[in-house]
């Protein structure tokens, strides 16, 4: 019989790419500060023995991930396409940054951490 894996301690287990069979060779993991998932992959997280959790983020496939300290400014989106926002530190939009800028370019966002933006947001 094969032996399941035990895990310590995962800053960011990320689930979205996870399958059945992936999950299935995890016997526990002790903690976890951020599990993210997406629709399609959230019902894995029962098949989980999880020790402590801290925070469960449902996202689209296709997030886009940003980390440590990330300043938006006007230009920010220039070029993209509309996208989710998962950010994970701080997240500090500039002043010249107008609602308008958001709505165009964003069709979620999620800060996990400090939030900065002008009192005009």
């Known amino acids: 019989m094969e032996q399941k894996k035990i895990i310590n301690s995962v800053n960011t287990l990320d689930l979205r ?5 992936s999950v299935a060779e995890i016997d526990e993991i002790k903690n976890i500060n951020m599990l993210i998932c997406s629709k399609e992959t959230a019902h894995l997280i029962t098949r989980i023995k999880v020790g402590n959790l801290n925070s469960t983020v449902q996202v ?10 990330v300043t938006i400014t006007r230009d920010y989106f220039k070029g993209e396409e509309t996208t989710f926002l998962l950010a994970t530190g701080q997240l500090i939009i500039e002043p010249d940054v107008v609602a308008e800028d958001l709505e165009a370019a964003l069709d979620g966002l999620i800060v996990m951490g400090q939030f900065i933006y002008p009192e005009h947001l």
């Open 17 to 21: 790419n996870a399958t059945e069979e």
């Open 60 to 69: 689209p496939g296709d997030v886009k991930q940003a980390m440590g300290q």
